[in-house]
């Protein structure tokens, strides 16, 4: 069974999307805090951990560059959500944070299933 890290400060989120993933066969582990996440990941090493990028105390983003810089966690695919900024196509943002994708809220349940496996196949 394939682990997901779901990554959101929006608890209601993190609820619907957990049960979503658990549904269609995934291990499921969710955080809210997000200056945690890598500590986390490291101990916990998911296949894939979705991120959203909004989220106070730490964005996305920092948080992606944290989980690049440790080696326990350098290599898990992250595919961001977010409803402000696509980040997909963008190749610095790619490299400088090892994003694999892109989701854009609100979030379709199909796509996420779709950019999971897509992106796990790629892995």
């Not at 951990?49 to 966690?73: H, Q, S, W, Y």
Request: proline share 6%.
């Amino acid at each position: 069974m394939k682990k997901i890290m779901i990554v959101d400060d929006d608890k209601d989120f993190l609820k619907e999307i957990g049960e979503l993933l658990r549904d269609a066969g995934y291990g499921v582990t969710i955080i809210s805090d997000s200056p945690f996440v890598a500590k986390f990941a490291a101990r916990e090493k998911p296949d894939l951990i979705l991120l959203d990028i909004r989220m106070p105390t730490m964005c996305g983003f920092e948080v992606a560059v944290n989980l690049k810089n440790l080696t326990e966690t350098a290599k898990i695919p992250i595919i961001a959500m977010t409803g402000f900024t696509p980040v997909e196509g963008d190749s610095f943002v790619k490299s400088f944070c090892s994003i694999k994708r892109c989701l854009k809220k609100p979030l379709n349940p199909l796509d996420i299933i779709k950019e999971i496996e897509w992106t796990l196949k790629e892995s």
